[in-house]
């Protein structure tokens, strides 16, 4: 790579603009000193934009978001502003954008730190340890019941009848389970359970074609990889072992929308959505996202957990270092997740969602100041 990666920042609405400043002051702590590997701009679009702008974004936007080397997105959704047909206002910049980009795997991981607390009725606590909780949930992005095939029937002004038909293809099965291995492949740990390379499809075949042709296709390409151990979990099992057994996952590949369920459900091991980064990878374009959404409840008021947003930009470097073969963006990666453990482990950035009081620029100028003081 020559020249400086652009970066497109789209912070949509609500928490997303304050998430994503204490993002950019991260991303230049870690360029200072390393001739600014990386340009940074900015563009507007969302709910918010759509309510005041007729469009989500502009065409300009849209042609950045292309041509730019990684995205990073905060949130967009604001309540009681949808598109004509009843999506959520914002849409293009997500769903939109998957389509678009073709960015078919959508990428979780589910990493557990020390000193990140986590709840699961009224207490902040540490109950699980966090060695047990490393996985990855990869979750099919451009098809599913997320295809664009929704319908109604109106008649008379009411809508009778409504349609989601669930699309399942074998390409778009295959490449997505292909992306899971080969993940399982990278990964040197395995699952915390036993050190094994494992990859668990999660479905319903048992009462579903579009199931059986996913865990078919995934038993396929399956043979590819003797070195990694197959494992299957109907969806409704997979919910409990994920909360009794979370140390058995290493990778977990699913359909889209059984992945979105279990991704959220799983982001409580994790120490909840404040933590859960994603990435929307395709094989030429990646999006990067906190998946916490807009939280219209805590916008403007800078309490939320920006930690997301740090680690959807490991992540980004991460993937501009694969890429582009640039063992720079792969030290830049490592640098900062040395830092968010750390400062993690302190326990001394928390946020509200922590039990803590610190503020969402508080903790970004408590990260940014460590990115200083770690060495590249
Ligand atoms: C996610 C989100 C999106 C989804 C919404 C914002 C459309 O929940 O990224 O998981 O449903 O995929
Ligand atoms: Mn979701």
Not at 39 to 59: F, S, T
């Amino acid at each position: 790579m020559t020249g400086r990666y652009q970066i497109a920042f789209l912070p949509g609405d609500g928490t997303g603009p304050e998430v994503l400043a204490e993002g950019r002051k991260v991303m230049d702590a870690l360029g200072e000193n390393d001739a600014s590997p990386w340009e940074v701009r900015d563009y507007p679009g969302g709910a918010l934009y759509y309510r005041d702008h007729g469009k989500e974004w502009e065409p300009e936007t849209e042609a950045a978001a292309k041509s730019a080397d990684a995205v990073l997105l905060g949130a967009v959704g604001w309540p009681g502003v949808s598109l004509p047909n009843g999506d959520i206002a914002g849409a293009a910049l997500v769903l939109g954008m998957r389509q678009s980009l073709d960015l078919y795997a959508n990428v979780r991981p589910c990493q557990l730190y020390p000193g990140v607390l986590h709840r699961i009725s009224g207490e902040h606590r540490q109950v699980w340890a966090p060695k047990n909780v490393d996985m990855v949930i990869i979750r099919e992005n451009t098809e599913g019941l997320y295809a664009p095939t929704h319908g109604v029937l109106r008649r008379a002004d009411e809508t009778e009848v409504a349609v989601d038909t669930r699309i399942i293809t074998r390409k778009g099965a295959e490449r997505v389970v292909r992306y899971a291995f080969e993940l399982a492949r990278r990964r040197s740990k395995g699952a915390p359970e036993d050190g094994k390379k494992r990859v668990t499809c999660v479905d319903k075949s048992n009462v579903l074609a579009g199931c059986r042709l996913f865990r078919e296709t995934y038993d396929r390409v399956a043979k590819e990889y003797p070195e990694i151990e197959r494992d299957y979990a109907y969806v409704d099992a997979f919910t409990q072992w994920v909360v009794r057994n979370p140390e058995h996952y290493d990778v977990v590949v699913s359909t889209n929308m059984m992945g979105d369920i279990i991704t959220d459900l799983a982001s409580v091991l994790q120490g909840g959505m404040g933590f859960a980064a994603g990435g929307n990878i395709g094989d030429a374009h990646a999006m990067f996202e906190p998946v916490h959404g807009s939280a219209p409840k805590y916008a403007g008021k800078n309490v939320v957990n920006p930690f997301a947003t740090f680690f959807a930009i490991e992540m980004m470097l991460r993937w501009l270092s694969e890429k582009h073969s640039d063992a720079r963006m792969a030290r830049q990666a490592d640098r900062l997740e040395r830092v968010l453990a750390s400062t993690l482990a302190s326990g001394t950035a928390r946020t509200y969602d922590q039990g803590g009081s610190l503020s969402t620029s508080q903790v970004g100028d408590q990260v940014a100041a460590g990115v200083r003081a770690e060495k590249r």
